[in-house]
């Protein structure tokens, strides 16, 4: 039995655990007393690690390299050097043709680490000579990571994790920490066992609304109005900071020309909330000796999630709560290492350390240290991950390079997203499972998983710490930096490293306040938390800042914190009768993403399955004739779905909530792909929907069960192909039924389709994920045949 060291790769709070290793094989998880948790792990992270051994429950992992020699062609596997060489040939026919900017790229944040995505950018820049390269935080935290760099010059958390637990106020809006962050739900609660204030604002009765001294349950996408509305009381009532206004602040008098019209009063009915309440909550916060605002997706996922995070901003700036011990800014991230794509320049506009692209000086330090001419390096902000459907569309994007992520699961309106896949010339996926996106890709490269490489992780509060391999690669699978280094040099532009630790020490020194992170000082169970400069490095009791803007010194140009307003307007797409209820996706706590690696945990699967659940008020299912656990439709103008209901009195009436982690019941066949106009992070929390019964429930079920089978044996087939000689194109599938055999308690038995020599039939042979397949109209009581979209 050997133990291995590793940090969790599910959501961003960086726990530190061992793996279990026995013949081969992970068995189990033991938490370890990391910096941020303390010893303890959640549900995912106990039970959250199975997927390496490739059960086979959900979608059987990637071995061996394939391609489409064209398109519409089935998958067929080649070697490393066929499918590299393939790969190749294929940009440099884009590029050609159309330039550069047609290629765009996607890193992951989904365990892969920074080094990895640190190479990956490098290849798109230093190669490429783009900067269309991204990060899921497009759909998460950039909204964040923009409105926090304009106003305090950082656009991470400014205090740590285990402030939480130490100040003295804790203001949350639109996070539900108990089941976003388990362990950092752990330190809220113990924050407030010591006294602390808790303010909790969501339109749900989450966990922490339960022991919260203030809940104020406001409507569903009045955000910015009741952050206005907050700030609008302070300074109405006097309880403003106003040494730290004049001394630390910029702009005041513009911001409050906006806010003024902001009276709790004013916008009580677009919050839902009596003013005194909105005035009480701010009385709270402002006169709490420390505090800390917390915010999530609830925040991010709106058309106005920039201008709502800079409220959120300036209401810290407003009371001193920020640059100052136990008080600051807490976007935490919702996966294990989106901060860490974000430090390593997975951004379209900027290098790694947050330096900018369109700076010349900055250009020139890369292409000095890169070995390319300036001229290579462009100044041109790159396309954003959600401008995909769009240059796709218009012909202006024509490559895809998707690292370790399914937008097919995970973005927005399903359908378009199809659309878009299918409509490039040349669909790339790196990944470890065989994926919705990866089943229709032109070429598939399998990488190793979390437990099989060494990497460097960024916690949500800006700690790096080291994630060693457990196992080795299994089958063919390469580390992901060998892999576009490799691909870098078959292009012209030569790439070899020896191990993670040189690529570190290259990020290092390219990125001054990630300079004193040495492998040394997060050895075990050491960590350094940037800004962590040079002179930290051989100081074995400097692990760099703990919070941020020390004494009011922000990092803005001109070092002070900048006061930003916006008014408020509705969301894009408002309720009205054909569609009167209001969608919001949302996190569960047993399952993580488009679920490929917690869907392939024993424990975790077994918990929850398909099609998942939309979660309803008991006044708004009464009113359909709808029971709990029944199965039910629901629908947008984008599509329709199935889900089983959660008749649940801690949701408001008018709205319903959905985990996007589904296939069946995929609540992205439904949201608006509407986005903010400067993140372009997609509004994921408002879009207009109906909720209706099924009358036949036995049929539902069956038909539900068999849209799920024959998911599961349409990408156990294409993943089966991987099975058959390398180079033989020729062979005959055995058909996607054949593949994915029985469902036998949740698993897919998989007729060998993972180790076995049988192929899955030919691509156009089975349903694609999203695509309408016949449902019988007794389902509906209807008496027209009406397809499932």
């Not at 499918?83 to 290629?103: K, N, W, Y």
């Not at 206005?228 to 302070?234: E, H, I, K, S």
């Not at 290492?337 to 692209?357: H, K």
């Not at 007729?751 to 994920?769: K, T």
């Amino acid at each position: 039995m050997e133990k291995h060291m590793a940090v969790c790769p599910y959501c961003g709070a960086g726990c530190k655990m061992n793996l279990v290793v026995e013949n081969g094989l992970v068995i189990e998880v033991e938490g370890l007393d990391g910096v941020t948790n303390e010893g303890e792990l959640c549900l995912k992270g106990l039970y959250g690690y199975d997927f390496i051994n490739d059960t086979k429950i959900l979608t059987p992992r990637l071995y061996h390299p394939m391609i489409r020699r064209e398109k519409g062609a089935p998958l067929e596997r080649v070697s490393w050097d066929e499918a590299l060489d393939f790969t190749t040939s294929r940009l440099r026919t884009i590029i050609e043709e159309h330039g550069p900017q047609a290629v765009m790229l996607t890193g992951s944040s989904r365990g892969a680490g920074n080094e990895a995505n640190y190479v990956m950018q490098k290849f798109t820049r230093a190669c490429l000579g783009t900067n269309n390269i991204d990060n899921c935080a497009r759909t998460c935290h950039a909204a964040s990571v923009i409105g926090l760099m304009e106003c305090v010059g950082s656009g991470a958390m400014s205090v740590s994790i285990p402030v939480l637990e130490r100040t003295d106020c804790i203001l949350l809006i639109g996070y539900n920490p108990a089941a976003s962050h388990p362990i950092v739900a752990r330190r809220i609660v113990r924050a407030k066992e010591r006294g602390a204030q808790l303010i909790v604002c969501d339109p749900r009765v989450i966990e922490s609304a339960r022991i919260a001294d203030m809940y104020l349950p406001l409507e569903n996408g009045s955000n910015l109005a009741l952050v206005n509305a907050l700030a609008y009381t302070v300074i109405d009532e006097d309880l403003a900071d106003w040494d730290f206004i004049d001394e630390h602040t910029e702009g005041f008098d513009d911001w409050w020309a906006v806010v003024q019209n902001y009276a709790p009063e004013d916008v009580a009915a677009t919050c839902g909330l009596p003013p005194e309440v909105i005035r009480q909550a701010a009385r709270r916060y402002a006169t709490a000796k420390t505090a800390v605002i917390g915010w999530g997706m609830g925040v991010t996922q709106q058309v106005q999630g920039v201008q709502t995070v800079r409220a959120i901003a300036a209401l810290a700036l407003i009371t001193g709560h920020i640059g100052k011990p136990n008080s600051g800014l807490a976007p935490v991230r919702g996966q294990n290492n989106v901060q860490g794509s974000c430090d390593m320049g997975m951004w379209p506009s900027l290098y790694p350390g947050y330096q900018r692209v369109d700076d010349p000086a900055v250009r020139a330090k890369f292409a000095a240290a890169w070995g390319v001419s300036e001229e290579h390096l462009s100044l041109e902000e790159g396309w954003k991950l959600t401008d995909l459907p769009h240059g796709v569309a218009d012909g202006t994007i024509r490559a895809f390079y998707n690292f370790g992520e399914d937008p097919l699961q995970t973005e927005p309106d399903t359908a378009q997203m199809q659309r878009t896949l299918e409509g490039l010339d040349l669909l790339i996926s790196q990944d470890i499972f065989m994926t919705q996106t990866t089943a229709l890709a032109d070429v598939v490269l399998p990488a190793t998983s979390w437990g099989e490489h060494d990497a460097v992780f960024t916690a949500s509060d800006r700690s790096f710490q080291r994630t060693t391999a457990a196992l080795p690669p299994k089958g063919e699978c390469r580390h992901d930096w060998e892999i576009f280094a490799d691909l870098s040099t078959r292009m012209g532009y030569p790439m070899a490293y020896r191990d993670t630790e040189e690529i570190w020490n290259e990020v290092r020194s390219l990125c001054p306040q990630f300079a004193g992170a040495t492998y040394e000082k997060m050895a075990g169970l050491g960590y350094a938390q940037w800004p962590v400069f040079a002179e930290a490095a051989d100081d074995p009791n400097n692990n760099g800042t703990s919070e941020l803007f020390e004494g009011g010194t922000f990092t803005t140009p001109d070092g002070k914190g900048h006061l930003c307003a916006a008014e408020w307007r509705p969301p894009t797409e408002e309720p009205d009768d054909a569609y009167p209820l209001v969608l919001c996706t949302v996190r569960e706590v047993g399952h993580y993403s488009c679920r490929s690696m917690t869907g392939n945990c024993k424990a975790l699967a077994a918990l929850a399955d398909e099609p998942g659940y939309v979660s309803i008020s008991p006044q708004d299912a009464d009113a359909r004739g709808i029971d709990e656990e029944q199965l039910v439709w629901v629908y947008s103008r984008r599509g329709k779905i199935i889900a089983r209901a959660a008749v649940d009195e801690r949701i408001n009436d008018g709205a319903v909530y959905m985990t996007y982690q589904w296939w069946v019941g995929k609540c992205n066949e439904l949201t608006i792909h509407a986005t903010d106009s400067e993140s372009g992070t997609p509004e994921d929390k408002y879009s207009a929907c109906q909720v209706e019964a099924i009358p036949d429930q036995a049929g539902a079920e069956q038909h539900l069960q068999k849209m799920y089978r024959d998911l599961k044996a349409h990408l156990a087939a294409e993943a089966d192909r991987q099975n058959l000689p390398a180079g033989d194109a020729g062979a005959e599938a055995a058909g996607d039924e054949a593949a994915a055999g029985e469902i036998d308690g949740g698993e897919a038995v998989a007729g060998e389709a993972a180790g076995g020599s049988q192929a899955g039939a030919p691509r156009a042979s089975a349903p694609l994920p999203g695509r309408p397949s016949t449902l019988n109209p007794a389902l509906l009581g209807g008496d027209d045949e009406e397809t499932f979209v």
